[in-house]
């Protein structure tokens, strides 16, 4: 991974934009930035957010672009008034910066969607013959083809390995496409997409990548890498939850079926047949995002903005940080499939010897302020070959981690593993919960989603803090 001097890194920002020291500071500006959350045991504290690769949280910027379209707000792709123009431009400026983001071909076609679950299961009603797809993909980049009967690939020992052994199946029996993730939402470890592109082509198939996790940490260029599709989320990119995109070859999407039948995705319509458009207008029946599409669109435009050495520096260091605090933790033991390749996103999964999963996950937030992710992270069954349990704890990072996050973590981990937990916790029907749980949701939410928790004892402390910007 590329790493930076101090120095090297402050020069490298466009004219007027200054970088930190690596991995000290957040890179990028977030709204909700300074959060505090209560403790169970009593007042609050700056909320530490290790969860950037389930949602991230969004960008100044984005918020900033999002606020100036919402005055302008009102029908999209009809109406003669001037503020449907501005929303109708608007959506169509998110398209052009949604490919020119992904480094999309001539002729690539850029189809919003709700997310990347959405837009795989869009391409995988397009994709034109056999698919082969990796066992340790997400769910997302699994299930579309495994209710396909996709041909599933085992990932070997080594990295070398198991791309030997997808070209060894697409060698022996001709494909369509291969779809691989771009990065691992489990272990962080990155696919050589171009690589896997080359291989591909070589064989007949094309190459579709599951961006989610891989887009929001590293720049792609599509028409460079030689890959044919990729899918990707706004939400895990620091735009707002709702909208996503599949970008790709146009003719198979415009010889599938509707991914939607409805209005906006038609010439004509009789009652006794239809004319369906092109793409993307074709898969996008109904009335669009356009709030979430500008909103990812804007958070494309920022994170392109920002020098990909700066980000990777940040990150690198920040990674280096975490895994080196976790290593000095007895009984923290971290999950990876190919331990010996460096090239890893801020994604760590691990598990503490003698504590469930999901107790270090309600110890970390309840008393320490520090939000993880455990389970299976919709990744079944790499979690079954990599997790004795079966389950892990994630702690992963972004633009706006620092380098206090990591170590507000390693600190309590090593208290976890050291003496436990200071508080009692339970097992309840969604996994461990503090008991008692003084910690309460703000005002206006309580009533409709109770306690924080399903032991709360409702003692009344104060909702969290306003984010402090
Ligand atoms: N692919 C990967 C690698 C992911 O990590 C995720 C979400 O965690 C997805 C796909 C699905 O993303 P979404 O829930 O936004 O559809």
Redesign the pocket.
């Known amino acids: 991974m590329t790493t930076l001097t101090v120095s090297q890194a402050r020069s490298a920002g466009p004219a007027g934009q200054q970088f930190p020291a690596v991995g000290g500071v957040p890179l990028a500006e977030f709204v909700g930035a300074g959060l505090r959350v209560p403790v169970v045991l009593g007042g609050t504290t700056r909320y530490v957010n290790l969860d950037y ?2 949602s991230a949280p969004a960008l100044r910027a984005v918020a900033d672009r999002v606020a100036e379209l919402l005055p302008l707000y009102s029908s999209v792709h009809r109406g003669a008034g001037y503020a449907s123009a501005v929303c109708t431009g608007a959506y169509e400026w998110a398209r052009d910066e949604i490919a020119s983001f992904a480094g999309a071909g001539d002729g690539d076609v850029v189809v919003i969607t ?7 299961n869009l391409l995988a009603t397009a994709a034109a013959g056999p698919v082969v797809h990796l066992d340790i ?5 699994l299930l579309p083809w495994q209710v396909r009967q996709g041909r599933v690939v085992m990932a070997r020992a080594t990295l070398g390995e198991t791309i030997d052994a997808i070209e060894a199946e697409l060698a022996g029996r001709p494909a369509a496409l291969l779809a691989v ?5 489990v272990t962080g470890e990155c696919l050589p997409v171009a690589e896997l592109a080359r291989i591909a082509h070589r064989h007949g198939a094309r190459i579709a990548v ?1 961006g ?2 891989l887009v929001p940490h590293r720049r792609i260029d599509m028409a460079a890498a030689g890959v044919d599709y990729l ?1 990707f ?1 706004g ?2 990119l620091y735009a707002p939850f709702g909208a ?1 995109a599949l970008v790709g070859r146009r003719d198979w999407l415009d010889a599938a079926p509707p991914y939607l039948a409805g209005g906006g995705a038609v010439h004509q319509v009789r009652l006794a047949g239809t004319d369906w458009a092109g793409s993307p207008a074709r898969h996008e029946a109904g009335t669009p995002n356009v709030v979430g599409a500008v909103a990812l669109a804007a958070a494309c435009r920022h994170v392109a903005s920002l020098p990909a050495r700066a980000v990777a520096a940040h990150e690198g260091a920040l990674l280096r940080r975490l895994s080196d605090g976790l290593d000095q933790i007895g009984g923290v033991r971290t999950l990876r499939l190919w331990p010996d390749e460096a090239d890893r996103i801020g994604v760590v999964s691990f598990t503490v010897d003698g504590w469930p999963t999901p107790l270090v996950a309600q110890y970390l937030s309840a008393e320490h302020g520090i939000g993880v992710r455990d389970g299976r ?3 079944h069954p790499l979690l079954a070959r990599l997790s004795p349990a079966g389950t892990a704890v994630r702690a992963s990072l972004g633009l706006g981690s620092r380098a206090d996050d990591v170590d507000r973590l390693a600190a309590a981990l090593a208290a976890l593993a050291g003496h436990g937990p200071a508080w009692t916790y339970a097992g309840a029907e969604q996994g461990y919960v503090p008991l008692p749980d003084p910690r309460a949701l703000p005002d206006w939410l309580t009533a409709a989603a109770g306690p924080v928790s399903p032991c709360a004892s409702g003692s009344g402390q104060a909702p969290p803090s306003p984010p402090t910007g």
Do not use: I, P, V, Y
């Open positions: 690769a389930a709700r997310n990347t679950t959405d837009a795989l993909e997400h769910h997302a980049n993730t771009g990065a691992s939402n599951d989610a996790q899918a989320s939400h895990k996503g992270f919709c990744a």
